[in-house]
């Protein structure tokens, strides 16, 4: 069995910065894809970013790009988001979750974490 957490959420100001990580509990961490994504007040969910199995190829939507980073640590089971020069729109809940398969569709995603909060606020 899959489990995923997230941390690192938080109040910050504009332009400030936060780190969000993922924690997998399970089998195989290395041999899913893991992406992050957010949902924002009164949106829908967005794949904001993904990593593949090695860490080696990445994706970003183009609101994030330039700003966030996206890792994995496979001996560590964790996945991160560095998320710099955050804006009052990055408000969102944001998930981390794992699939079979490298894509930014969320139905192919097949665990997800439960969210963190991340409020961008003066």
């Known amino acids: 069995q899959v489990q995923l957490v997230e941390s690192g959420g938080g109040l910050v100001q504009p332009g400030g910065s936060l780190r969000l990580s993922c924690a997998f509990a399970?089998?195989?961490?290395?041999?899913?894809?893991m992406g992050w994504f957010r949902q924002g007040p009164g949106k829908e969910r967005e794949c904001i970013s993904v990593i593949n199995w090695t860490g080696d190829n990445t994706w970003y939507t183009q609101s994030v790009k330039g700003r966030f980073t996206i890792s994995r640590d496979n001996a560590k089971k964790t996945v991160y988001l560095q998320m710099n020069t955050l804006k009052p729109e990055d408000t969102a809940v944001y998930f981390c979750?794992?699939?079979?398969?490298?894509?930014?569709?969320?139905?192919?995603?097949?665990?997800w974490g439960q969210g963190t909060q991340v409020t961008v606020s003066s």
């Open positions: 399970g089998r195989n961490f290395s041999s899913y894809a």
């Open positions: 979750a794992a699939a079979d398969v490298f894509t930014v569709l969320g139905r192919s995603y097949l665990h």
